[in-house]
């Protein structure tokens, strides 16, 4: 089982709309979760992380975490083309992981005009 | 957000010869630095951690002697790619962070290699 995943996409939606992107990940011990942005050709930035169950907003992005699932979203609102990107998942246990964050593979967003 | 740079943004090599890429993080210290590697349309590769003044952490199946990694200050790291071959030609990026503030890691602009 890896362990983070997300879904590769592309995951396509109307300029305007809700994009809503997940991760799970398999560590049960997990403390701290972020979502970084990545555009083609481009290092990866850093978006959101949340730390604690529930919701956090930023502007338009909203970060979900439900750590009794392992499950963590992100929410996009009014989504712009400017949104196009890969986003990456990423995950770590701060007693084990010896500083190393985990990474999904990324899952791709397509904004329509 | 902190800021990670990373020099030089692209370099073109010949095969053999060897490139050294720098990354500094310009406002903060860093306890740990992270370089990955990216091939085109795949996702970020973990080749390494590195921490202040100790031995670079090399994720199975890099090749150690062939990327060397200094972590010299807590401000900057090196990435050596010796005897470089075509097949290194990829994207490196490399990434901070201060473990005693958050586990938030800073990633700096990336350096395209291409060896000829």
């Known amino acids: 089982q890896k362990e983070v995943e997300q879904n590769s996409g592309p995951l396509s939606v109307p300029e305007g709309a809700i994009a809503s992107l997940n991760c799970t990940y398999s560590?049960?011990?997990?403390?701290?979760f972020f979502w970084y942005r990545q555009y083609s050709g481009k290092s990866p930035e850093l978006i959101m992380s949340?730390?604690?169950?529930g919701d956090k907003e930023d502007g338009r992005f909203t970060a979900q975490l439900n750590k009794a699932s392992q499950y963590v979203s992100l929410l996009i609102r009014d989504s712009q083309p400017s949104d196009s990107a890969t986003y990456l998942c990423?995950?770590?246990?701060?007693?084990?992981?010896?500083?190393?964050?985990?990474f999904g593979p990324g899952t791709s967003l397509s904004v329509i005009p | 957000g902190a800021v990670v740079s990373q020099h030089p943004s692209w370099v073109i090599c010949k095969s053999g010869t060897s490139v050294k890429i720098e990354c500094r993080s310009l406002d903060f210290q860093a306890t740990t630095m992270f370089w990955y590697r990216q091939f085109p349309k795949q996702s970020l590769m973990l080749m390494a951690t590195?921490?202040?003044?100790?031995?670079?952490?090399?994720e199975q199946g890099v090749e150690k002697d062939k990327f060397l990694i200094n972590h010299a200050s807590l401000t900057l790291s090196t990435l050596t790619v010796t005897s470089a071959h075509p097949e290194d030609s990829s994207f490196y990026i490399c990434?901070?962070?201060?473990?005693?503030?958050?586990?938030?890691?800073?990633f700096g602009p990336g350096t395209r290699l291409t060896v000829t």
């Open positions: 990434s901070a962070l201060d473990r005693g503030l958050s586990y938030e890691q800073y």
């Open positions: 949340i730390y604690s169950n």
């Open positions: 560590d049960r011990g997990s403390q701290s």
């Open positions: 990423a995950v770590i246990n701060e007693e084990t992981s010896y500083d190393k964050v985990i």
């Open positions: 590195s921490n202040e003044g100790s031995k670079a952490t090399y």
